[in-house]
C-alpha cells in the first residue's frame, strides 16, 4: 500500500476582494499618520499598519490562517476545512466497521447529540452549535470502498453545508490502522460566526482533532480519558460538574426506557436515575 | 474528605473536599494508607510548573485498599491492597503494549495542551497539574483510579506499606535509570542527587552489575545515607570540581555511566546556575541544568548519560558540541513503573531490597503543609516523608 500523499500548504488567499482594499487603505492611513505625528506607541502601529498592508495586498491573513477559516469567496475557499491523520492499535476492518455505523459518532464527537442512520446511504444528524443553539441535517453517503475509504456529504438544502471523506490504511510493522480524516464545512452564520464561535472557545479544527482522540480513546480502551466530575478543591466546580453527569445519566435512562415502552410517546412516570 | 490542595506557590492547604467517585467502567477508588511527597511535588510547590489550579490535589505515591470498582475492572475486588503506579496506562495503545507506559496515548484528557508544548502528549499522571491531565492526586483520604485493571498491583500481608510504597514511583525510576545507563562489568557509575530516586539509583547500579558508584550531593546526611545503605563512595561538591574529582577517580577516564538525578531545579552558586536564576526571574527560561551540563563533561568517552530527573521546559546553553564529540548516549523519561513493579516487588519479597531504608519522617495528612516545607529545606534531615491519611 502506498503512502497517503503529503499535503503542501501553500499560502492562500483568504481575505476577501473588499476586505483587501479596506485593509490596504486603513494600513496606509495608519502609516502615514504614525510618521506624521509620532507618539509613544508609534512602533505598533507602524507594525500594525504595516500588517494591514499586507495581508491587503497578498490577500493572506495569518490570523485567519490560523483559525482556520476562509473570507475569501470565490476565489479561496470558504469555511472552513480540517485535515487530521491518527494511528490506531486495532486491524483496519474494525476500524472501518466501527466509522461505517455513524450511529457510533455521538460517542466521540461532542459537538453532536445523535446520528440516526436511514438506510443504506442516508443518516440524520443533530448537532449542538454555538450559543446553544441545534442544528439538524441529513447526509448521504455517496462513496465508499470497504475498508479503505468512506464519503459523505450533507444533502442540499441543509443547514450546515458539509462533506466527509475518511480513509483507512495499514500502519507499518503492525502498528494498526492510520485514519485520515478531511471534513470540510459552513458552520451555522457562515465564516463571521466561525470566527467569533473561535474566540469563545469552540474552535471547530480543535474540535475535529480532539473528536479523533476521543475516536482511538473509544476504540482502544472502551472509554473516554476525563476527569469531569473529579474531586478538587473548587468545590462549587466539582458540584456543577458532578450535577451535569446526573442530568445526562437522568437523560439516558429515559430514552432507554422510553425506546423499551412502544409508541414511544410518554416518557415512563418516574424519573429518577441511578444516584451518585 | 481531607485532601492536601495547592494554592499557590509555597502554599498547599489540608482541605475538606468532596468524595471521588467512578468516572468510567474501568475505573477503582481507593482508600489510601500511606502517601509520599515526591522531590518533583517541590517543583509544583516551588511554582515551576504550569498549569496548576489553585485547589487542585497533589501526590502521585500512594497505595492502600480498595473500597469500590467499576464494571469492566474484574481484577481487583473491595478489600485488595494495593499499590499504583503515578503513571496512568490504558493498556491498550502501541506505547502500553511495547511497555512503554509512560507514553499511553489514550490516558491524558488534555493531550492538546501537552501536544501544544511538546509535539505529542504522554500518559496522564496523578496530582502534576493539567499539562498531564489535571488528575487529583493520592495525598488524600481517598483516590479514583482509572484503567485501575492495568495499572495497581496487588501487594502481599506481611510486608509494611514503607517496604511497597515506593514502587509506585521512586524505586522503579532509579532502577530505570541504572538500568538505562546500560552498565557493564567494570562500569563506574556516578550519581548525581542523593534523594531517594539517587539512593535507589545507587542500589540499582551495584543490582546490575557495577564495579564502584561514586554519588555526588551537598546535604550531610544524604551523603551519609548514600554511604551507609548504597556503599557508594561520596562527593560533596560544595567548593570541589566535580568534573575534576570524577577524574581523578576514575583513572582519567571519566565513569562510564552517568545518572542525573535532580533535574529541573539544581542546586548551587555555580556561574551558570545564578545566571539560569536571573533568566528564570525574568521569565526567559524554565529549567535549571547544572548537572545536565556536568554530567556530560564528566562522561568518558563513548559513555552513557541517564536521566531520571525531571525537566519540563527549554535547557539554555548545554554543551551538546562535547556530547556529540564523545559519542554519548542519552537514555531519558518518566519511568515506565508498570514494567518494574512486580519484579521489584519479587526482589522485595526476597529480601534483596528494603526500599524503607529512605524513610525518615512518618507523618499525618493533617501535617503536610510543615512536611513539605520541611522536605524543601533539608529540615530535621529529612529526607522522605510518608503522610497517614488516618492517624
Known amino acids: 500500500m502506498t503512502h497517503m500523499p503529503q499535503t503542501v500548504t501553500r499560502q492562500t488567499v483568504n481575505v476577501g476582494q473588499n476586505e483587501r482594499l479596506v485593509s490596504i487603505l486603513a494600513g496606509t492611513a495608519l502609516i502615514i499618520r504614525t510618521l506624521a505625528r509620532p507618539s509613544r506607541a508609534a512602533l505598533l502601529t507602524l507594525a500594525g499598519g504595516g500588517y494591514l498592508l499586507y495581508r491587503g495586498l497578498t490577500g493572506h491573513c495569518l490570523i485567519y490562517e490560523q483559525m482556520e477559516i476562509s473570507r475569501a469567496g470565490k476565489q479561496g475557499q470558504a469555511g472552513i476545512q480540517v485535515e487530521r491523520t491518527m494511528t490506531v492499535n486495532k486491524p483496519r476492518p474494525e476500524v472501518y466497521q466501527f466509522w461505517r455505523n455513524f450511529e457510533n459518532f455521538p460517542s466521540f464527537m461532542q459537538h453532536l447529540k445523535s446520528v440516526q442512520v436511514l438506510d443504506e446511504r442516508r443518516s440524520r444528524w443533530e448537532a449542538k452549535a454555538p450559543f446553544d443553539r441545534t442544528v439538524e441535517w441529513e447526509a448521504e453517503i455517496y462513496e465508499e470502498v470497504e475498508n479503505e475509504r468512506i464519503a459523505w456529504r450533507s444533502l442540499p438544502g441543509s443547514q450546515v453545508e458539509n462533506r466527509g471523506i475518511v480513509e483507512f490504511r495499514d500502519a507499518p510493522g503492525g502498528r494498526g490502522t492510520e485514519v485520515h480524516v478531511s471534513l470540510k464545512y459552513n458552520p451555522p452564520g457562515g465564516s463571521a460566526s466561525a470566527a467569533i464561535a473561535y474566540l469563545f472557545g469552540e474552535a471547530p479544527a480543535q474540535q475535529v482533532r480532539d473528536d479523533l482522540r476521543r475516536f482511538k480513546q473509544v476504540i482502544e480502551t472502551g472509554v473516554v480519558a476525563t476527569v469531569t466530575g473529579q474531586t478538587s478543591g473548587r468545590v462549587e466546580q466539582v458540584e456543577r460538574e458532578r450535577e451535569e453527569i446526573r442530568e445526562r445519566r437522568r437523560i439516558d435512562v429515559v430514552q432507554e426506557a422510553s425506546e423499551e415502552s412502544f409508541p414511544a410517546s410518554d416518557a415512563p412516570a418516574w424519573v429518577s436515575g441511578p444516584t451518585l | ?391
Not at chain 2, 33 to 59: E, K, Q, R
Not at chain 2, 146 to 152: E, I, K, V
Not at chain 2, 203 to 232: C, F, N, T
Not at chain 2, 373 to 384: A, L, R, T, V
Open chain 2, 1 to 391: 474528605m481531607r485532601a492536601v490542595c495547592w494554592r499557590g506557590k509555597y502554599d498547599v492547604q489540608v482541605e475538606n473536599v468532596p468524595d471521588p467517585m467512578l468516572l468510567t467502567s474501568r475505573d477503582a477508588i481507593i482508600k489510601v494508607t500511606s502517601t509520599a511527597i515526591c522531590g518533583s511535588d517541590l517543583h509544583l510547590y516551588d511554582g515551576f510548573i504550569p498549569a496548576m489550579m489553585p485547589g487542585d490535589i497533589l501526590g502521585h505515591e500512594f497505595m492502600g485498599e480498595v473500597v469500590m470498582v467499576g464494571d469492566e475492572v474484574q481484577n481487583l475486588r473491595p478489600g485488595d491492597r494495593v499499590v499504583v503506579p503515578f503513571a496512568i496506562a490504558c493498556g491498550n495503545c502501541y506505547f502500553c503494549q511495547k511497555g512503554l507506559w509512560s507514553l499511553c496515548d489514550n490516558s491524558n484528557p488534555n493531550a492538546a495542551v501537552a501536544e501544544g508544548l511538546y509535539g505529542y502528549s504522554g500518559a496522564g499522571l496523578f496530582g502534576y497539574s493539567h499539562i498531564y491531565g489535571g488528575y487529583a492526586g493520592g495525598q488524600a483520604e481517598y483516590v479514583r483510579v482509572p484503567f485501575a485493571d492495568t495499572g495497581p498491583i496487588k501487594v502481599p500481608e506481611g510486608l509494611r506499606d514503607e517496604q511497597v510504597l515506593f514502587l509506585s514511583d521512586i524505586l522503579p525510576t532509579g532502577y530505570m535509570a541504572a538500568e538505562n545507563g546500560n552498565i557493564q562489568p567494570g562500569d563506574i557509575v556516578a550519581v548525581w542527587g542523593c534523594g531517594p530516586v539517587g539512593q535507589f539509583a545507587i542500589q540499582s547500579a551495584y543490582l546490575l552489575g557495577a564495579e564502584r558508584v561514586i554519588a555526588i550531593d551537598h546535604v550531610p546526611e544524604r551523603l551519609r545515607m548514600a554511604q551507609e545503605y548504597g556503599r557508594a563512595e561520596v562527593i560533596d561538591f560544595r567548593g570541589v570540581d566535580v568534573v575534576e574529582a570524577l577524574r581523578e577517580m576514575t583513572g582519567g577516564r571519566g565513569p562510564d555511566v552517568c545518572i542525573d538525578a535532580v533535574g529541573l531545579e539544581a542546586e548551587g552558586h555555580h556561574l551558570d546556575t545564578l545566571y539560569e536564576r536571573a533568566r528564570h526571574a525574568l521569565l526567559l527560561t524554565t529549567d535549571l541544568a547544572h548537572v545536565l551540563r556536568e554530567a556530560i563533561q564528566a562522561c568518558r568517552k563513548g559513555g552513557t548519560v541517564s536521566i531520571p530527573g525531571v525537566y519540563g521546559g527549554l535547557v539554555d546553553k548545554l554543551p551538546f558540541g562535547a556530547a556529540f564529540g564523545k559519542g554519548l548516549t542519552f537514555r531519558m523519561g518518566q519511568t515506565h513503573v508498570h514494567r518494574y513493579m512486580r519484579p521489584l516487588l519479587e526482589r522485595i519479597e526476597r529480601g534483596e531490597l528494603d526500599p524503607s531504608f529512605v524513610v525518615t519522617h512518618v507523618m499525618s495528612l493533617d501535617d503536610a503543609p510543615y512536611a513539605y516545607e520541611m522536605f524543601k529545606n533539608y529540615q530535621d534531615e529529612c529526607i522522605k516523608v510518608v503522610l497517614k491519611p488516618s492517624s
